[in-house]
C-alpha cells in the first residue's frame, strides 16, 4: 500500500524560489511513495530534509537506512552518487542503492548530531582527518571545479562598483580565480565541494562521516572554504572574529597537511564569489539588498581579511 508523504513545510518553503521548484514539490510525494513501494521501504521516522532534499528514515528487510530524494534540477548534486560510490564508505555515508535518473539514494541510518554539536577546534580537527579519508582520484564523470569558478569569476567581473564589496577584494579574487583555473593541479581529485559542520554526522560504524557531496573534479585546497562561513555564530561569540576565522584556517591546514597559500587563495575565491552572488541576486530582483545579505557579504569579506592578515 502507497504512503502518503508529506513533505517538511521547511522545504515546502522552497516553492517560492521559482516554477521548478514548485513542479518538483508538487511531485515529491508520488515520488516517495513510487520509490518506497520499489524498494519495499517501511517509513519508520518524521521526515527530515536539506536545502533541496527530502531524507526519510526508513527500514527493510536488509535493516534500517534513510532515503534521499533530491531536487532534479540541482546541477551541484549530479553526480553525488557517483563521489559515494567511489568513497565505497571509508569516511563518509555507505550508499546501498541508487537511481540517479530519479535523484533517489538509499543511504545507511546515521545519527541526527552533526559537528555544530562539539567544540570549534574539535570540529576542525575532524574534517582535517576527513579530507584524507575522502580523498580519491576523480572519476572522469565528474565535472571539473574550474569550469565552475572560470564561469563564475567571469559573470564576477559584471560587479557593480558601488557594490558593498572592496574593489581590490574582487581584483584580487579576480587575479587569483585566473591563476587557479590554467593551474592542472586544480583538479583530478574529487573534492565534497561543500564539507561543514552540519555535513558531517555521527555513526556508529565510524565516529563521524561525510554526507551530501557537491562532488566536482577539483583540488583539496578548495575544500575548507565552507568550515569558515558556516556555524559563524561561535566565531562572533568568540569576541575576536580575526581570531577565531585564523583558528579554524590553520587547525584545517595544519590537520590536514594542506599548502597553507594554496588553500587561502583558495578561500580567499569562494568568499568573494559568495559576496558577488549576495549582490546579484538583488540585482536579478530589481530590489536592494536585504539585511540578511548584508550581514552575509561582511562575513564573506572579514573571512577575506583574516585569513590574509
Known amino acids: 500500500m502507497s504512503v502518503r508523504v508529506e513533505v517538511p513545510p521547511g522545504l515546502a518553503e522552497r516553492r517560492a524560489l521559482g516554477p521548478a521548484w514548485g513542479a518538483w514539490l508538487d511531485r515529491l510525494p508520488g515520488l516517495a511513495a513510487a520509490v518506497l513501494d520499489e524498494w519495499e521501504l517501511r517509513v519508520d521516522g518524521p521526515p527530515m530534509h536539506g536545502f533541496c532534499s527530502l531524507v526519510l528514515p526508513v527500514s527493510s528487510s536488509a535493516g534500517p537506512g534513510a532515503l534521499k530524494l533530491g531536487f ?30 530519479r535523484r533517489a539514494l538509499l543511504l545507511e541510518r546515521l545519527h541526527p548530531r552533526d559537528l555544530a554539536t562539539v567544540g570549534e577546534l574539535e570540529a576542525c580537527e575532524v574534517v582535517a582527518g576527513l579530507y584524507g579519508r575522502v580523498r580519491r582520484v576523480a572519476p572522469p564523470q565528474l565535472r571539473p571545479v574550474t569550469s565552475y569558478v572560470e564561469r563564475w569569476t567571469e559573470a564576477m567581473s559584471s560587479m557593480p562598483r558601488n557594490a558593498p564589496v572592496p574593489r581590490r577584494l574582487v581584483e ?25 559542520h552540519h ?26 572554504a565552507p568550515m569558515l562561513w558556516n556555524c559563524w555564530d561561535r566565531v562572533v561569540a568568540s569576541g575576536d572574529v580575526r581570531g577565531a576565522v585564523r583558528r579554524r584556517f590553520h587547525t584545517l591546514v595544519d590537520g590536514a597537511g594542506l599548502d597553507e597559500d594554496r588553500a587561502r587563495d583558495w578561500v580567499v575565491v569562494r568568499v568573494v564569489l559568495n559576496a558577488h552572488w549576495a549582490v546579484e541576486d538583488a540585482e536579478r530582483a530589481n530590489r536592494a539588498l536585504t539585511a540578511e545579505e548584508r550581514d552575509w557579504i561582511t562575513r564573506c569579506i572579514a573571512i577575506a581579511k583574516a585569513v590574509q592578515d
Open 199 to 224: 555535513n558531517v554526522l555521527a555513526a556508529d560504524r565510524e565516529p563521524w562521516l561525510v554526507i551530501d557531496p557537491k562532488a566536482m573534479s577539483g583540488d583539496q585546497h578548495y575544500e575548507p
Open 172 to 196: 584580487q579574487a579576480t587575479h587569483l580565480s585566473h591563476a587557479l583555473v590554467s593551474d592542472p593541479a586544480s583538479t583530478g581529485a574529487i573534492v565534497h565541494g561543500d564539507l561543514h
Open 72 to 101: 532534479d534540477q540541482d546541477e551541484e548534486s549530479d553526480h553525488e552518487a557517483l563521489a559515494l560510490q567511489h568513497w565505497g564508505g571509508r569516511g563518509a555515508v555507505r550508499l546501498l542503492r541508487a537511481d540517479p535518473g
